[in-house]
């Protein structure tokens, strides 16, 4: 099983929609039936992106674009969902970035979380609503924040130089590769739960990325791999039938911030 390498969803959008080999092909927006003071033709994304930021276009015309892409990401899919989000992602990265310095997050999840509310707002928000990208944009993060703030209580983890002095006399000790090999060897992590460690912790890929490669949501791959550390995180501290205490000022699986 291998990742795809790029961490952050929101540079994958943008090389989907805007980059030199961009896959996703034009969208367009037909700016005449939207409002009359966009420019009265076939709108690409990418034009319109730049003409809604500034400060000349009138609310009224970003309203009717919102809600235009809004109707199409419900009514015809996955494609206008990918625009709508490149659309947003200026305001997306920068509610991530406020989520990540007011408190302590990845944040290539957190971004990925921020998203993830996005698009549920997306799907179900009232086209026929005012502010509708304020809507959205609120949505996500919402999202965002819950998100960040359940890392709270989650388990953290140490630098990876540190694996091997959580018990320096064991086998356990060594390079990370070989503490993860070590722990399928023992029946606590499988295979699969050791590569999506080992990618999403010790290498550049991202969370997100994992959860597409994988084919499943993104809580769900992130809970797979809570689990997974969980277990080898017990195993660390715990190697054989005598326990062994943790100092309080050790972390363990903290994740690293992006």
């Not at 920068?94 to 007011?102: C, D, E, F, G, L």
């Not at 070590?182 to 969370?207: K, M, P």
Request: glycine residues 8%.
């Amino acid at each position: 099983m291998g990742y795809v390498r790029e961490r952050s969803v929101l540079k994958a959008v943008d090389i989907a929609v805007s980059g030199p080999e961009a896959w996703l092909g034009p969208l367009f927006l037909d700016g005449a039936s939207v409002h009359e003071s966009l420019p009265q033709r076939e709108l690409p994304i990418t034009e319109l992106r730049p003409l809604l930021l500034r400060p000349e276009t009138t609310y009224e015309a970003r309203d009717g674009v919102w809600s235009e892409l809004a109707f199409l990401a419900q009514n015809r899919g996955h494609k206008w969902e990918l625009g709508a989000i490149w659309m947003m992602s200026p305001g997306l990265r920068k509610a991530s970035w406020r989520i990540v310095n007011n408190g302590w997050a990845p944040y290539a999840d957190i971004e990925a979380e921020v998203v993830e509310g996005f698009l549920r707002e997306l799907r179900a928000v009232d086209i026929d609503s005012r502010a509708v990208a304020g809507r959205l944009w609120w949505a996500g993060y919402r999202h965002g924040l819950r998100a960040r703030d359940s890392y709270r209580a989650m388990p953290v983890r140490a630098q990876a130089a540190d694996f091997a002095c959580l018990n320096p006399r064991s086998a356990l000790g060594g390079h990370p590769d070989q503490v993860l090999d070590r722990a399928v060897r023992a029946g606590v992590i499988t295979e699969d739960e050791s590569e999506l460690i080992g990618c999403t912790r010790l290498e550049e890929n991202g969370l997100a990325a994992a959860a597409l490669q994988l084919d499943i949501g993104y809580q769900q791959c992130r809970a797979r791999r809570t689990a997974a550390e969980e277990r080898l995180a017990k195993y660390l501290v715990i190697p054989g039938p005598h326990r062994r205490s943790v100092p309080s000022n050790w972390s363990i699986l903290r994740e690293e911030a992006a």
